[in-house]
DNA sequence: TGTTTTTTGCAAATGTGTCGCAATTTTTGC
DNA sequence: GCAAAAATTGCGACACATTTGCAAAAAACA
C-alpha cells in the first residue's frame, strides 16, 4: 500500500473526488516534506490560490495532511498515515527545520499529563527552538 | 525580585530603552496572561499598531515574551521568566485552551532527544489537542 | 544644553486567508 | 454514452494581518 493508494482511499472513502488541483496538491507535500502555505501555492503553479487554501482545508479535515506550527507561521505536512510520527526541531539562527525521530517514552508521558486532567488527546505537536549543530 | 525588574533588567543588558510603547504591551500581557495579536493591540489604546508588532518582535528576541502556537494561531504571554514553565491543552470543540503543569520528567526527555541530534535545546512548545472534561 | 541615536506614529505597501459566483469538471441515473 | 445534477474550480474582490519607509518625537550621550 504506497503513499497514492492511501491518499486515494482516504478520498473515496469521503466522497471526495481526485481532480487535478488535488493531486498537485498531494504531490507538492509528498515531494518537499514540508512547505509553507506560500511555498505549496508557488509548488502548485496552475492551480489557483483559493483552490490550495481550500484544498488543505478539506485534506486537513480528512487527516491527509497536518499543519505544524513553527515559531509562529505553520507550514504542512503529509499526515500521520503517511509516515512516521515525528516531531520538529526549529534552528533559531538558521531557521533550519530538524526532523526528530518518534520517542515513545515521551508519547506515553504526554498520554499521562492529558489523563491527568480528563483530557481526552487526539493529536499534539512538540516544538524545539535553539541552535543546529552548525549554528551552535 | 519582581516581573517588572526582570523586565527593566532583561531591556537594560540589551541596550534598549524603556519607553510607553514597550511598558504598555508589557503591562497588559501581564495582565492579561494570554493575548492574541490582536486584543494586544487593543490593549494598549494608545499604542500604534506597527509599534506593537516592532515592540513584540524585539520583546521575543529577548525572551521577554513567548508565541504559542494554538491550533495554527498564535497568543502571546510573557516568558519564562515571569512564570512557571507550563505547556497548553486545546480543546477542539469548545476551544478552551487548558494550562499544564510542567513535568520534569518530559522536559528531561526532550532535553535528551535534542541532545541526541547535537542540538542546542534553548526552550519548546508542546500543544495538545483533544476534547476537554466536559466536551467528552 | 546641543547633538546623535533610537523609537514612534502615520500612511502606504504587501501578504494571508475567505467569499460569491459563473464556468468547468465530475458524478449519477438512465 | 448522454443529459441532468452535484461538486469543484478559477477569478476577482474583499477583509484582515503584518511589514516598511520616512519624517517627527523621544531618549541617550557628551
Known amino acids: 500500500?504506497?503513499?497514492?493508494?492511501?491518499?486515494?482511499?482516504?478520498?473515496?472513502?469521503?466522497h471526495i473526488s481526485l481532480t487535478k488541483p488535488r493531486q498537485a496538491v498531494f504531490d507538492a507535500l509528498q515531494h518537499h516534506k514540508s512547505l509553507s502555505m506560500a511555498e505549496l501555492v508557488s509548488a502548485c503553479s496552475d492551480v489557483d490560490r483559493a483552490s490550495v487554501y481550500r484544498t488543505t482545508d478539506t485534506f486537513e479535515k480528512l487527516g491527509i495532511i497536518m499543519?505544524?506550527?513553527?515559531?509562529?507561521?505553520?507550514?504542512l505536512e503529509l499526515g500521520e498515515?503517511?509516515?512516521?510520527?515525528?516531531?520538529?526541531?526549529?534552528?533559531?539562527?538558521?531557521?533550519?527545520?530538524?526532523?526528530?525521530?518518534?520517542?515513545p517514552a515521551l508519547e506515553r508521558r504526554l498520554q499521562d499529563l492529558a489523563h491527568r486532567r480528563n483530557f481526552t488527546l487526539t493529536s499534539h505537536q512538540i516544538e524545539l527552538t535553539g541552535l543546529c549543530e552548525t549554528c551552535q
Do not use: V
Not at 1 to 14: D, H
Not at 67 to 75: A, F, L, N, Q
Open 1 to 14: 500500500m504506497n503513499s497514492q493508494n492511501i491518499f486515494e482511499n482516504a478520498l473515496k472513502q469521503n
Open 67 to 75: 499543519r505544524i506550527p513553527t515559531g509562529w507561521k505553520y507550514r
Open 81 to 103: 498515515a503517511f509516515h512516521e510520527h515525528h516531531h520538529h526541531a526549529t534552528c533559531s539562527s538558521c531557521g533550519a527545520s530538524i526532523a526528530l525521530p518518534e520517542d
